[in-house]
Structures are given as structure tokens and as C-alpha cells.
């Protein structure tokens, strides 16, 4: 449920989650959806009953599984790591209780030798639980959604009233323009083309309009992958280099 990551903006993952629900278009081809029916079809249990056959390939059922054994796992990890929170699930989807995202918050608040990286498509839930009782603000938390096309631009303004040390937005899958989004209140925007044997494409000009906004608005710019059916082959530049800028952890209100 826990361990070292090939992604490339993070160095580990951390699934105190498994299971899920597809919330967008970019959930379309989801490579934690085609990980978990593997998982499942090899009997693991943590992912018992959270996918399903659908035509030719497995879907999200709804179902989660709430993974008490792996909470210790940051415990363990003595040097400094970016984890990626449920890099299998999403922690603000409705079936997790509030209840359950506290027991998450007291493990990273108990280990601040590590940055926690929590990615959701649904940042209004986000907002609403993290204004309750017993969720401080930690400087260690780094808070943010996914945002596939301009359909879904109103998910950064929702992700703008959370209460975190570092806003992000991850436009990966990036499978339509975003115009110029506005990025005020947002410290970091990860850029990324879908990849797989059905992955969608990505137009240039988006990535463009996404990396001129960072710079006007002064937020850190990580450019991903091209993606596609074959993305070693299309590999990680833009504009000639590659991009790996991170932001920096601050007191940051609401927006």
C-alpha cells in the first residue's frame, strides 16, 4: 500500500485508500483504474470489489476500502520524502469519511520530515472538511486538484477557498485547452499529456498557454510528459529543457 514511485513529481506513494469513482473525462482512461483490476483479479484484498467488467475493460464500481494497516507506513520512512497520497484513489470522494481523512491528517502532522502531495478531483469536499474541527493547516500538506480541460477550470476556484501551505493544480490528463487559467492563489501547476495505448493527444499551444500563465503568476511550472502510446519516446522537454520547478511551503490563506 506504500512505497517508492517512478512518478515523477513525487518520490514515494501512500494509499491509506483503495477504490474509487470516475468524476470527469480525464478518469477516462485512468491507469490506477486498469492497476487496481489487476490487483483485484491477483486477489488482493485491499482492492476486493473496486472494479467491475465493462465491455472490454474494468471500471471503477464506487467502492472504497479503508486501509487501517497502512497508516504507519510514513512512521517507517526515517529520511525525507514527497509523498503522493493516495496515488490509487482519492481521498476527498464522498464515501470517505471525515472520520478517516483526521486519522490521515494526525499521520502527517506527527511526521513533517516529509511533504505530502494530495491530488483531488473533487476540491469542494476538500474545502468543506478541512474547515472542521481538528485540521490544522500543516506546512508539510501541499493540496491539490486536477484540472483536464476548461470544463473544469471552476475546480481551482473551489480549490482556492482550502486552507494549505501550497495550492497545485495538476492539468495531466491535459486532453483540451485551458485558455489562460487564472492562477492566482495557486503555487504550482503540474503539466502533463495522457499516455497509454488509448491515450488522447495534447496540443502544444496548450501546454504554452499553461507555462505563460506560470510565469506571469508566478507559480512554479513542472512539465510531466507528452505522453502518448509510447512517452519515454516522446519524452519530458518543453522548450528545450526540462522542467522540474516546485514551490515553496508559505502561510497561505484562502484566496
Not at 483531488?120 to 493547516?137: D, E, S
Not at 503540474?190 to 488509448?198: A, F, H, K, L, N
Not at 488522447?200 to 506571469?216: F, G, L, N, T
Request: aromatic share 10%; with cysteine; proline share 7%.
Amino acid at each position: 500500500m506504500a512505497g517508492l514511485s517512478d512518478i515523477e513529481w513525487t518520490d514515494a506513494t501512500w494509499n491509506p485508500v483503495t477504490g474509487c469513482s470516475m468524476a470527469s473525462p480525464g478518469c477516462t482512461n485512468c491507469y490506477a483504474m486498469r492497476m487496481a483490476a489487476r490487483l483485484e483479479a491477483m486477489r488482493q484484498e485491499n482492492y476486493r470489489g473496486t472494479t467491475r467488467k465493462s465491455g472490454p475493460r474494468y471500471v471503477w464500481t464506487g467502492h472504497v476500502n479503508l486501509i487501517e494497516s497502512a497508516l504507519d507506513a510514513p512512521y517507517r520512512w526515517k529520511q525525507p520524502r514527497r509523498i503522493f497520497v493516495n496515488s490509487m484513489s482519492d481521498l476527498f470522494q464522498e464515501p470517505v469519511p471525515a472520520a478517516f481523512i483526521r486519522q490521515v491528517w494526525k499521520v502527517m502532522g506527527d511526521t513533517p520530515q516529509h511533504t505530502y502531495q494530495i491530488l483531488t478531483k473533487r476540491p469542494a469536499r476538500m474545502a468543506k472538511v478541512l474547515r472542521q474541527k481538528g485540521f490544522p493547516v500543516l506546512a508539510n500538506a501541499w493540496l491539490g486538484t486536477s484540472v483536464e480541460s476548461s470544463s473544469y477550470l471552476h475546480r481551482l476556484d473551489a480549490l482556492r477557498t482550502v486552507p494549505a501551505a501550497v495550492r497545485f493544480v495538476s492539468f495531466e490528463p491535459l486532453i483540451g485547452s485551458v485558455g489562460k487559467p487564472d492562477l492566482i492563489g495557486i503555487d504550482w501547476a503540474i503539466v502533463g499529456g495522457e499516455s497509454g495505448p488509448r491515450s488522447r493527444p495534447i496540443d502544444q499551444k496548450w501546454v504554452e498557454d499553461i507555462h505563460s500563465a506560470c510565469q506571469r503568476q508566478g507559480a512554479s511550472f513542472f512539465f510531466k510528459q507528452w505522453g502518448g502510446k509510447n512517452k519515454k519516446r516522446t519524452g519530458r522537454e518543453f522548450r528545450g529543457k526540462t522542467w522540474d520547478e516546485y514551490p515553496e511551503a508559505r502561510a497561505s490563506t484562502p484566496a
